[in-house]
């Protein structure tokens, strides 16, 4: 059993993942956030150039 524990304690590929998985979970934030705020600006000049053909 102590060795079991030892070897738990020792162990840190757990904390990596979660390390990166975090990471991870605030780039897609960014990600999105940068390209919601793209998106509403294409869609007014794809508006404002409708507006101009017709």
Known sequence: MRVL????????SGATAIGYALIAAGMSIAIITALSGLGSKLSMALTIVRAALE
């Open 5 to 12: 524990l030892a070897r738990f304690v020792r162990e840190d």
